[in-house]
């Protein structure tokens, strides 16, 4: 059977994943490459609902809180969703996979953010997911500020022009984004052979410098014809 190739972006809420994996997918489909895109939490009708129950802000009064426990049950269950429709089928039809985060995404922001500890996301990554790894994680870790200035500005454009809300996680404290922030570069440096950090403090960290970095990693790392 032919095998794929997963990669995974992370970061912080507008760290650039979204921009960076647009990029890259196209550039790999020109060069005549398969490639499958996808979101978690999303991507599958089950995970498309989950998503807007745990994004909308709406969400919180209508079900009388999310508790955290609950919160990161619901990101497992949409993961495990996306990896039986989507990612699976897809690594064993040969196509590179690029993933707009996965299980780092809980580690950081379930784990430190909502302060649920790294074990307990790891055990459930074991039972939910079958221990399943990208082959390669793209961590955009711009300066906090930055990214967070970026995130709120597009998601009160995006509230303006789709009538949807995806606030929930836009009103979390500075606390909870710095411990996000710490958990990315902590996951990062005990994971350096599957964790490239392609944006830091340092740098030119414009949209297109960060391309022609993924764009480097990448080729160096794909598996030749
Ligand atoms: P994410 O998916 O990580 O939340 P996005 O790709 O949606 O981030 O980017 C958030 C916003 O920041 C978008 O408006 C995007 O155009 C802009 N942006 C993305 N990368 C950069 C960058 N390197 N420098 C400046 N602006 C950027
Ligand atoms: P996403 O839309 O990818 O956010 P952004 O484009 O702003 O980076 O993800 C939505 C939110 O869900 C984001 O704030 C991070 C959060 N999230 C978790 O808390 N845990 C998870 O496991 C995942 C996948 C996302």
Known sequence: MPNGYFITFEGLDGSGKTTQLRRLA???????????????????????RIRSILLDSRS????????????????????????????????????????????DSSEAYQGAGRQLGSQ??????AAVCNNLLPDLTILLLPPLEASL?????????????????????????DDFYTRIHG????????EPHRIAIVAN????NSIDAIELRIRALVTGRLPHD
């Open 120 to 125: 307990r996301i790891l055990a459930m990554h």
């Open 26 to 48: 196209a550039w790999l489909a020109a060069s005549g490459r398969t490639v499958v895109s996808l979101r978690n939490p999303g991507s599958t009708p089950l995970g498309d």
């Open 149 to 173: 200035v970026r995130a709120r500005r597009r998601n009160h454009r995006h509230a303006e022009k789709e009538g949807t809300d995806e606030n929930r996680f836009e009103r979390e404290s």
């Open 183 to 190: 958990a990315y570069e902590h996951i990062a440096a005990r």
């Open 201 to 204: 403090d340092d740098g030119d």
């Open 60 to 103: 919180e009064s209508a079900l009388g809180g999310i508790t955290s426990l609950a919160e990161m049950a619901l990101m497992f269950a949409d993961r495990a969703q996306s990896i039986a429709e989507v990612i699976s089928p897809a690594l064993a039809a040969g196509s590179i996979v690029l993933c707009d985060r996965f299980t």
